[in-house]
């Protein structure tokens, strides 16, 4: 395998959920480069039905205390909120099922993998207190968020681990249509 392509893969296997964070700041030049990953992730017809709202450790004081559940997060130098909306998302005419979380999976993916090869550690947080960030955020009606991302230096570096998979042929299977 070339080694080019082998650095992608060993970023795959470096990506964890990091919980705890060192506290030092990320860099302004690798910030912009994260950014410019979520603004040209791909989306359902290019509907890009996201905002995606910054939060600074200074000034996050009341919402790590009352929207975040784990300590941890805390000392995230960054909390990104992740919001879809619906309203301009794509919508599959079949079943009227909205992409637009989907679509925003898709760019805190790449984020998150994107995030790994700069060294930085993530996790995708989902247990939180909903109701209080949008109240806190003052959101707009038709944001929803889908996730919090905790984005910062991790507390201890990244490495390959190994972590307990399904086996592949439980997961995956081909089907003939022949």
């Not at 709202?53 to 960054?78: C, M, N, W, Y």
Request: glycine letters at 4%; proline letters at 4%.
């Amino acid at each position: 395998m070339e080694a080019g392509l082998q650095a992608f893969y060993d970023i795959l296997k470096r990506r964890k959920s990091i919980r705890q964070f060192s506290g030092k700041a990320i860099e302004e030049e690798k910030l912009a480069r994260l950014w410019e990953v979520l603004r040209s992730s791909p989306s359902a017809a290019n509907r890009q039905p996201w905002h995606f709202i910054v939060l600074p450790k200074k000034g996050r004081e009341k919402f790590d205390q009352e929207v975040l559940t784990k300590d941890g997060f805390h000392s995230a130098p960054i909390i990104i909120v992740a919001c879809a909306v619906p309203d301009e998302a794509w919508v599959r005419k079949e079943d009227g099922e909205n992409y637009a979380w989907v679509d925003v999976s898709i760019a805190v993916t790449e984020f998150i993998t994107a995030a790994t090869a700069e060294g930085l550690g993530t996790c995708w947080v989902a247990s939180f207190n909903l109701n209080q960030a949008k109240k806190l955020l003052k959101l707009p009606e038709e944001f929803e968020i889908v996730t919090l991302l905790a984005v910062g230096y991790p507390l201890t570096p990244l490495t390959v681990e190994t972590k307990q998979r399904k086996e592949l042929s439980n997961i995956l299977s081909y089907h003939n249509m022949t």
